[in-house]
């Protein structure tokens, strides 16, 4: 399903916080939001996945408006994974997993066979079937993640919206979330931190900068050294990755400030 954002606004106690965001993400293409902190790019999720109305703009999905859908017909067609995503009940990761279904399923209507196999398949690729009666509160961070991921696939969505879903995670568990992402066939908007990550995952880029989309294209038409140097203020190369072509950044730390009254 297309996903479409298009002159979105939001403002929030006055303060302007996205502005006049477009961006298109085609159907079974994953394009990721980049940008320093503050720069609007988890703002413009929730309006993706209804935890905030924007100001002025329209997100479409499939050509229609995506705040003419029912809460449950959203809930159907996008799954969202947040910075804020978790709970403080001590569920078990099964438990959790299978909440993924609560849009499908009517009052107290259990999981059928085959929603049940969908969890099972969904926690399998996650790593964390051998987890499935533990409380999720028992978990590390990587672990919980993983499981939170799990329950969005199981949502069976349409649309998949993930803010830093790599968050907590070690190096293989991050190669494996985003090698599945782009296997999925499922349209993916992703917010990523680690740029050479996005290189590698995304079909598309979208960079944000004081709330504005300063440039969208491919990750090579986007990781530039100067574009790097005016958004995130730092010095970068662009490398071509010797196994798969896909840009990469190196970076140049930057020297220390001098104290106050040395020399």
């Known amino acids: 399903m ?3 954002i298009d002159g ?16 298109d ?11 320093p902190n503050g720069s609007g790019k988890s703002t413009a999720l929730r309006c993706v996945y209804r935890a905030l109305r924007p100001s002025s703009g329209t997100v479409w999905l499939g050509g229609g408006d995506l705040f003419a859908l029912s809460l449950r017909e959203s809930a159907r067609t996008v799954a969202a994974l947040t910075q804020e995503s978790g709970s403080d009940l001590d569920f078990t990761v099964e438990e959790v997993v ?6 499908h399923l009517r009052g107290n209507q ?20 051998h987890l499935a009666r533990r409380g999720v509160l028992e978990l590390s961070g990587g672990e919980r993640q993983r499981v939170l991921v799990a329950r969005a696939l199981v949502q069976e969505p349409r649309v998949l919206v993930l803010d830093e879903p790599t968050n907590h995670l070690d190096v293989r568990h991050q ?8 296997g999925a066939g499922t349209t993916v908007l992703v917010v990523l931190h680690d740029l050479n990550l996005a290189s590698a995952a995304c079909d598309r880029i979208g960079v944000l900068s004081e709330g504005a989309l300063v440039a969208a294209g491919t990750p090579a038409e986007v ?13 970068a190369a662009v490398v071509p990755h010797p196994m798969t072509g896909d840009p990469q950044l ?6 220390p400030a001098p104290e106050r009254g040395r020399r």
């Open 2 to 4: 297309d996903l479409r």
């Open 8 to 23: 979105l606004c939001v403002t929030l106690n006055g303060q302007e916080i996205v502005r006049r965001l477009s961006l």
């Open 25 to 35: 993400v085609a159907n079974g293409h994953v394009v990721g939001l980049v940008g």
């Open 98 to 103: 299978a909440l993924g279904r609560t849009p």
């Open 110 to 129: 259990p999981l059928s066979a085959r929603e049940r196999d969908l969890c099972r398949h969904a926690m399998e690729r996650l790593d964390v079937a």
């Open 175 to 182: 190669i494996e979330l985003l090698s599945l992402l782009r």
């Open 223 to 235: 990781l530039t050294p100067p574009l790097i140097k005016e958004v995130f203020g730092v010095d």
């Open 250 to 255: 190196l970076y140049t730390l930057l020297s």
